[in-house]
Nanobody
């Protein structure tokens, strides 16, 4: 089992940056794929980015390619999402999730964090 806690969300202006963190606990973290998803009000929860257990591979949604970077530090049981050049459409609650299926999608996520709010003001 894996427990996930997100942090780092907040209010930022257009063009700004934020770094989200996902702190994990559980024996299987280092062997789990970790992904970030986001959900805007009235919309479905969408895939943002994911990283394999050894960080050998990453995947991004088209909407964030070139602006967001996912990374992980297994020694610290933490996954990061560096978000640059933020846009108003990036406003959402961001969730991290873990799973054992690659590529990672919402249906394959086994554990979820509680989410952290990101708001990008025009």
């Amino acid at each position: 089992q894996v427990q996930l806690v997100e942090s780092g969300g907040g209010l930022v202006q257009v063009g700004g940056s934020l770094r989200l963190s996902c702190a994990a606990s559980g024996r299987t973290f280092s062997k789990s794929f970790i992904g970030w998803f986001r959900q805007a009000p009235g919309k479905e929860r969408d895939f943002v980015a994911a990283v394999t257990w050894n960080a050998g591979a990453t995947e991004y949604a088209d909407a964030v390619k070139g602006r967001f970077t996912i990374s992980r530090d297994n020694a610290k049981n933490t996954v990061f999402l560096q978000m640059n050049s933020l846009k108003p459409e990036d406003t959402a609650v961001y969730y991290c999730a873990s799973g054992s299926i690659w590529p990672m999608r919402r249906s394959g996520a086994a554990y979820w964090g509680q989410g952290t709010q990101v708001t990008v003001s025009p």
